[in-house]
C-alpha cells in the first residue's frame, strides 16, 4: 500500500466528510410535501406552516399542551388477554403487539388521562394511530369504559379524540364487541348527566365512527381529519353513485351537519375552556341538582 493511500487519501476524507446531521432535522408534510423545520414542525403542535396540515400528534405532547400548565395524570388500564384467537397474518400477533410496544412505548392503543382545563375537571381518551393504526381491540374498550368511570367519579366531562382505522382484525369477533362496550361506556356518561365530547382527528374510520365517535353531545373535528366508515371506492359499488371528491373529510361532514364545530390544532385548548365553562360552570351544576 503506498504512502498516498495509506496516509493522504485518509486526511483529504477527513478534510471533505460531511458533518452528521442530527435525525429528523427536517420533516416532509404529507399534504403539500414542502419540507419543514422539525423544531418549528413541533412549536406550532405538528401542524404545516405552509398548508396548514395537522399531521400526526403524539398523543402525551397532545395532552401536556391541552391541561393547564401541562400536568396529567394517567389512568391504569387493567390487562387484558394478548392473542385470545391464536391469530397469525404475515406474523403472530403476540409478535405483532410485541413489535408495537417496543417501538411507541405503549401498552396498546388507547391512553386514559385526566386533569384541567381552565380549572375544569376533563377526563380523555386518546387514541394513538401508530399504534397498529389506533385500531380498536379488547384493551380499547376497557380503556373507554375506565375513561367512563373516571369522568364520572370525578364529575368531569369525558373527552375522546378517535384516530383510527377501525376494530382490530386480529381480534375478530371480540373486537367488534367493543363497539358495544364502547356504546355502553358513552351511555354511563349520559346517564351521569356529564359533556361527552368527540375530537374526530385523522383517521376516524370503521368500527370506531360506527360506534361511540357518533355518540357525543358535541363532535369536533380536526381541520381535513378523514371521517367514514369505509373506504369510497367499495361505497360508489356499492350505491352504485359517483360521490364527491372530499365527501369523507370533516369539512363536508361540517356542512352536512355531522360535525358542529371544526376546530384548529392551536385553538382546541380555548374552544375546550369555552365548552366546559358552559357545561360545567358551578352555577348551571348546582341548578342541575337543585331540579333533580
Known amino acids: 500500500m503506498s504512502w498516498l493511500t495509506q496516509f493522504i487519501r485518509p486526511k483529504i476524507n477527513a478534510l471533505t466528510k460531511k458533518r452528521d446531521t442530527p435525525d429528523q432535522l427536517w420533516i416532509k408534510c404529507t399534504e403539500c410535501e414542502q419540507m419543514l423545520f422539525h423544531k418549528d414542525f413541533l412549536t406550532r403542535l405538528s401542524v404545516c406552516r405552509h398548508c396548514s396540515f395537522p399531521m400526526r400528534f403524539s398523543g402525551n405532547h397532545?395532552?401536556?399542551t391541552l391541561f393547564d400548565?401541562?400536568?396529567?395524570?394517567?389512568?391504569?388500564?387493567?390487562?387484558?388477554?394478548?392473542?385470545?384467537?391464536?391469530?397469525?397474518d404475515q406474523k403472530r400477533y403476540v409478535d405483532r403487539l410485541k413489535d408495537a410496544r417496543q417501538k411507541t412505548g405503549l401498552k396498546d392503543s388507547v391512553t386514559v388521562a385526566s386533569g384541567h382545563v381552565l380549572g375544569l375537571p376533563l377526563v380523555v381518551a386518546n387514541f394513538h394511530f401508530e399504534f397498529i393504526g389506533g385500531s380498536m381491540g379488547m384493551a380499547?374498550?376497557?380503556?373507554?369504559v375506565i375513561g367512563a368511570q373516571a369522568a364520572i367519579?370525578?364529575?368531569?366531562?369525558?373527552l375522546v379524540i378517535p384516530a383510527s382505522g377501525g376494530a382490530r382484525m386480529q381480534e375478530g369477533m371480540l373486537s367488534l364487541m367493543q363497539m358495544t362496550r364502547s356504546t355502553i361506556a358513552m351511555n354511563l356518561v349520559q346517564e351521569a348527566r356529564l359533556p361527552r365530547i368527540i375530537l374526530l382527528s385523522n383517521p376516524t374510520t370503521g368500527g370506531v365512527i360506527a360506534s361511540f365517535a357518533s355518540l357525543g353531545d358535541i363532535i369536533l373535528a380536526e381541520p381535513k381529519a378523514i371521517i367514514g366508515f369505509?373506504?369510497?371506492?367499495?361505497i360508489q359499488e356499492t350505491l352504485?353513485?359517483?360521490?364527491?371528491?372530499?365527501?369523507?373529510s370533516a369539512e363536508f361532514q361540517?356542512?352536512?351537519g355531522f360535525v358542529d364545530y371544526i376546530v384548529p390544532r392551536e385553538?382546541?385548548?380555548s374552544v375546550l375552556g369555552d365548552i366546559l365553562t358552559i357545561l360545567l360552570h358551578p352555577p348551571r351544576q348546582a341548578m342541575r341538582e337543585s331540579i333533580l
Open 140 to 144: 380499547a374498550g376497557e380503556a373507554l
Open 230 to 234: 369505509t373506504g369510497k371506492r367499495v
Open 240 to 248: 352504485r353513485q359517483t360521490l364527491p371528491t372530499n365527501f369523507q
Open 69 to 88: 400548565d401541562g400536568h396529567v395524570t394517567f389512568h391504569e388500564v387493567p390487562s387484558v388477554p394478548l392473542d385470545p384467537l391464536g391469530f397469525r
Open 254 to 256: 361540517y356542512e352536512h
Open 153 to 158: 367519579a370525578q364529575n368531569a366531562a369525558f
Open 62 to 64: 397532545r395532552l401536556q
Open 267 to 269: 385553538k382546541l385548548r
